[in-house]
């Protein structure tokens, strides 16, 4: 199971992308962490927390609530603003000001809040499907997990035009397209078909508790593919990649639809 931008399309929507709160922030980035030493990493957190706490504020000040020097708070400032974690804009002066340019203030981006555990969006996604599980039953569920993964179904398929019929075309071409879409994805050809690999669930905390988001998302990749498939395992099963796999030999149904097996052995 993949994201949620993947069930409605774009981040967030009904089933947001899901991030893991954290206890406290940890906005550096992979980038920043390997220049970094422990410390240097500790006062970029400090400094996220004010920033978090306070919103725009500006080098001084922040250099003063840590007890840095300006020379000092600058080299954070720079590092986080080239690792995507802060930005810098003019601070907004009520009233008449002084001679010069007004001070900069530094506010935390999106990403960066987000990696703090401000949008605890798999809570929210979760207690949304409960309320939806207790007012419609199972089938509002289901229902609700086959609308969201629609616009996805669209999007790939218009991405596979040029695929040709051979599931293994389309599966490669269904890889590239998901892969486009954020899921980092891949399909390989084995002894008895073929796979697709699927490498992010950002949403597996749900789908957990509702498997109806893999299974929606299991019909729509034997559609896309024009086979059978059949997932041997997800994530948020605690496997470590959702893999899916398409058998050598279509296995069709007397109506001549694609059949998708899910794993229920969990």
């Not at 987000?114 to 569920?141: F, K, Q």
């Not at 954020?182 to 509702?210: D, K, R, W």
């Not at 929606?216 to 593919?225: G, Q």
Request: proline fraction near 5%; aromatic fraction near 2%; glycine fraction near 8%.
């Amino acid at each position: 199971m993949k994201n949620a931008a993947g069930l409605s399309g774009h981040q967030p929507t009904a089933v947001p992308a899901l991030g893991v709160p954290v206890s406290a922030p940890a906005v550096a980035t992979s980038a920043g962490l390997a220049g970094s030493s422990a410390a240097e990493i500790s006062t970029r957190d400090r400094v996220t927390q004010l920033l978090l706490e306070q919103g725009a504020t500006t080098a001084a000040q922040l250099g003063a609530a840590l007890g840095l020097s300006p020379a000092a708070i600058r080299r954070h400032l720079d590092a986080m603003l080239a690792d995507g974690d802060v930005y810098a804009r003019e601070q907004t002066v009520r009233g008449s000001r002084g001679r010069g340019r007004p001070a900069k203030v530094f506010l935390l981006t999106e990403a960066a809040r987000v990696r703090c555990g401000t949008h605890h969006y798999d809570n929210m996604a979760t207690a949304a499907l409960r309320w939806i599980a207790r007012s419609g039953g199972p089938e509002a569920v289901e229902a609700f997990a086959t609308e969201q993964v629609a616009a996805l179904e669209s999007r790939c398929r218009t991405a596979m035009e040029d695929a040709g019929d051979d599931p293994m075309a389309r599966a490669e071409a269904l890889a590239a397209a998901l892969t486009a879409e954020g899921y980092a994805a891949n399909a390989t050809t084995i002894a008895s078909g073929g796979q697709l690999c699927q490498h992010h669930c950002p949403v597996a905390h749900v789908a957990a508790e509702f498997p109806q988001l893999c299974e929606a998302e299991t019909a729509v990749i034997s559609r896309l593919v024009g086979t059978h498939v059949q997932r041997l395992a997800t994530i948020a099963h605690g496997d470590g990649v959702c893999t899916t796999h398409i058998p050598t030999q279509p296995a069709r149904a007397q109506s001549g639809n694609p059949v998708t097996t899910v794993r229920t052995d969990r």
